[in-house]
């Protein structure tokens, strides 16, 4: 005879975060997690979820209160948002507008490869498009934020499943490939790292590394949990006023572009001060609790029948993130050493996230030489700027599909 535990608001938010040191313990203990940049709530929040799938077949149903998933996930973007700083483009200049674009096409190329795969497998091109750029360009944020929005507004069992499974396949695929797609480049066209670009100071992050060293006070955390604030309701205003209107978008888009509007009227005027790092903290806490409490409300058993199409779609999106590095990446940025880093970096955050493309980068760098650029374009690139594109790109085919 089975029995129900049911948590509440607040301690499902505590057991998320128990999940987190969960996730902490055994990526200081498995190097292989660390390597392949596999975040910290996802291992918690995985674990968890397969001891969930035990308990639910010796009849134990435990059941949590995502009251604040929503909360959490809206302020991870809204700290995207507030990373996107117009500054930032124009130190970056042509280069960074360029890759901007080629990473921007990809996710467009992403979606397509997963609707006509999806069409030739015979799954849902709804549930396909999460193994698209959704998760692929996207990450575990994006790809958790939009099986949310599929279950809610489509009904799509299983759409939390074929997120994270497709997440995690990218998250390794993009650390494995990236490396042997730069060092093929870099051998066949005899390029080396210039010494213009092995002594060139990197000063492009040096305003926010004169803000970490900068204390944090009481001020400044008010003053930025009030911009956080600020921005969700104006965005939980002007998703209302949109809903009334018959448009339908993703509950964090508007507060991602309050985001956007907070903090370049910030870089702009004396207005107010806005800080960056404070703003970065709050968003990567907000994204691994969000996390933690997606996953660990996982129903992994549903994922059986998603199994074949799904590795059909990943299979695509990992030839084409190759043959894209190779012929597009490299060649449109400038077939030079540079390019070549870039391309490898490409895959990292083509098919998992940031993280992965700077670790292929920094193996890469450390064999044949700096590529200072690179890292400073992939960055700005792939912290931010895509993600706000990618949003709109998926709302794009959503719309097109339903």
Not at 6 to 16: D, K, P, R, S, Y
Not at 308 to 329: R, S
């Amino acid at each position: 005879m089975g029995f129900t535990v049911n948590l509440g608001m607040i301690e499902t938010v505590a057991f998320a975060i128990f999940l987190l040191f969960v996730g902490s313990f055994f990526s200081k203990r498995i190097s292989a997690l660390p390597k392949y940049s596999i975040p910290i709530p996802v291992i918690g929040g995985l674990i968890f979820s397969l001891l969930n799938w035990g308990m639910q077949s010796r009849g134990i149903d435990l059941r949590f209160d995502a009251t604040l998933q929503d909360v959490f996930m809206i302020a991870f973007f809204t700290s995207i948002g507030m990373g996107a700083s117009v500054k930032f483009i124009a130190e970056g200049g042509v280069k960074l507008f360029i890759f901007l674009v080629v990473a921007s096409a990809l996710t467009v190329f992403q979606d397509l490869a997963s609707w006509g795969l999806s069409r030739l497998t015979g799954l849902n091109p709804l549930m396909g498009l999460l193994a698209g750029s959704v998760t692929m360009t996207g990450g575990y944020g994006t790809g958790a934020t939009f099986a949310n929005y599929f279950i809610e507004e489509f009904h799509l069992e299983g759409a939390m499943e074929m997120a994270m499974a497709s997440a995690t396949f990218g998250m390794i695929t993009g650390s494995l490939i990236g490396g042997p797609i730069a060092r093929l480049l870099i051998n066949r066209n005899n390029l080396k790292s210039s010494e213009r670009a092995a002594s060139k100071p990197d000063t492009s992050g040096a305003e926010i590394e004169t803000e970490k060293r900068t204390p944090i006070r009481e001020g400044d955390i008010l003053r930025t949990l009030f911009q956080f604030a600020l921005c969700i309701s104006v965005g939980a205003f002007l998703y209302k006023f949109a809903g009334k209107h018959g448009i339908k978008v993703p509950t964090y888009l508007f507060a991602l572009m309050a985001g956007i509007v907070i903090r370049n009227v910030a870089d702009f005027t004396p207005m107010y001060r806005f800080n960056v790092r404070l703003a970065e903290m709050i968003g990567s806490t907000a994204l691994s609790i969000f996390l933690a409490m997606a996953l660990m409300s996982l129903k992994i058993w549903e994922l059986s029948d998603l199994a074949g199409p799904m590795l059909v779609i990943l299979a695509g999106q990992t030839i084409l993130m190759t043959v894209y590095a190779i012929f597009i990446t490299f060649q449109f940025n400038g077939r030079d050493y540079e390019a070549a880093v870039l391309a490898g970096g490409h895959c990292g955050f083509g098919m998992g996230a940031t993280p992965n493309a700077i670790a292929s980068m920094q193996a890469i760098t450390s064999a044949h030489g700096p590529a200072p650029r690179a890292f400073y374009i992939i960055s700005i690139v792939g912290a931010f700027f895509v993600d706000i594109v990618n949003a709109f790109v998926i709302q794009g085919f959503v719309s097109f599909l339903s």
